[in-house]
């Protein structure tokens, strides 16, 4: 088990930047797969970024050359780097830590608190 903190959420214009971080409690280099959901207002919870142990990444279509995932072993932390944010990027942002399957978070054994993340027009 692993305990996950989010931080870095806020508001921000249409357009604008944020870095969310993730620090977990004790290692993550052999953690299979880390990765970020987010929960829309009303709407379900929704993948958006995994990285595995190995580096390799994989992304919403959504997010797409917008948001860059990346894990630094080192410091315990992954980040969502989000640039050209919209409106529809509105979430809570959960950072999750689990097993892959095909190079996308599957099974998730860790949750963090979230973080709010809004963009306004």
């Known amino acids: 088990q692993v305990q996950l903190v989010e931080s870095g959420g806020g508001l921000v214009q249409v357009g604008g930047s944020l870095r969310l971080s993730c620090v977990a409690s004790?290692?993550?280099?052999?953690?299979?797969?880390m990765g970020w959901y987010r929960q829309p207002p009303g709407k379900q919870r929704e993948l958006v970024a995994t990285?595995?142990?190995?580096?390799?990444?994989d992304y919403a279509d959504s997010v797409k050359d917008r948001f860059t995932i990346s894990r630094d072993n080192a410091e315990n932390t992954v980040y969502l780097q989000m640039n050209s944010l919209k409106p529809g990027d509105t979430a809570v942002y959960y950072c999750?830590?689990?097993?892959?399957?095909?190079?996308?978070?599957?099974?998730?054994?860790?949750w963090g608190q979230g973080t709010h993340v809004t963009v306004s027009s």
């Open positions: 999750c830590a689990g097993n892959a399957n095909n190079g996308k978070l599957a099974t998730i054994w860790s």
């Open positions: 990285i595995t142990s190995g580096g390799s990444t």
């Open positions: 004790r290692s993550i280099f052999s953690i299979n797969a």
